[in-house]
């Protein structure tokens, strides 16, 4: 069936570094891939999403990028602070009104950014 | 302020017995979700409402339960039948269907006793 493989699942990276997280989709009608950011205790909230018409989206220290031709899209943060620390999902959606509904999550990357 | 209302924070069910989950929300979206997060895996589909009075399973809907009869409510029940429901519960919404941001609410942690 359809699933979204994401890597790595724990992520550890000093204050200031890049930190890249990758995922890969099964389903080529996919055309919505947003990004969550779960912190301890808290539902996840929306950080930074891309379609399928588009190759890369930036947003300050976040960046996303897609390649629909290998399925695979990555998160990118930058300079990294301690309140980056956090559980990130990736997803990836069909859209449209007249299609199903379909939105699946990756197993999600723990990330922890050392001071 | 707008968003979605999950409570209680923390659910203690006893063998046998049923509870709900309730999950409110005040931004007029058409669509509402239920999912189960388990420790190390991500988030796992137990029903969606498209619209009122409608309603599909998920990927994990044995031993659950759910209603849309009002918009913005969509009150989940996880049943005797549901062996292991230890698990944090996260309800969302959305515009619509399929290719639309999802607002999570902050959880209900549901242990047994």
């Known amino acids: 069936g359809e699933n979204v493989e994401q890597h790595p699942s724990t992520l550890s990276v000093q204050e200031g570094d890049s930190a890249v997280i990758k995922c890969t989709y099964s389903d080529s009608a996919s055309n919505y891939f947003p990004w969550y950011k779960q912190e301890l205790g808290k539902g996840p909230q929306l950080i930074i999403d891309?379609?399928?018409?588009?190759g890369e989206k930036k947003d300050q220290r976040i960046a996303v990028t897609l390649n629909k031709t290998a399925k695979h899209f990555s998160l990118h943060i930058t300079e990294t602070q301690p309140e980056d620390s956090a559980v990130y999902f990736c997803?990836?959606?069909?859209?449209?009104?007249?299609?199903?509904?379909?939105?699946?999550f990756g197993a999600g990357t723990r990330l922890f950014v050392k001071a | 302020d707008g968003g979605i209302t999950q409570s209680p924070k923390y659910l203690f069910r006893k063998e046998g017995q049923n509870v709900t989950l309730s999950c409110e929300q005040n931004?007029?979206?058409?669509?509402m979700y239920w999912y189960r997060q388990d420790p190390g895996q991500g988030l796992r589909l137990i029903y969606y409402?498209?619209?009122?009075?409608?309603?599909q399973k998920g990927d994990i809907a044995e031993g659950y339960s759910v209603s849309r009869e009002k918009k913005e409510s969509f009150p989940l029940t996880v049943t005797s039948a549901q062996k292991n429901p230890t698990a944090f519960y996260l309800c969302a919404s959305s515009r619509r269907r399929g290719g639309d941001i999802q607002y999570f609410g902050a959880g209900t942690r549901l242990s047994v006793l």
């Open positions: 409402s498209q619209i009122v009075n409608d309603f």
């Open positions: 891309i379609r399928s018409n588009v």
């Open positions: 931004l007029n979206h058409d669509a």
């Open positions: 997803a990836a959606s069909i859209g449209g009104d007249t299609g199903g509904f379909k939105t699946i």
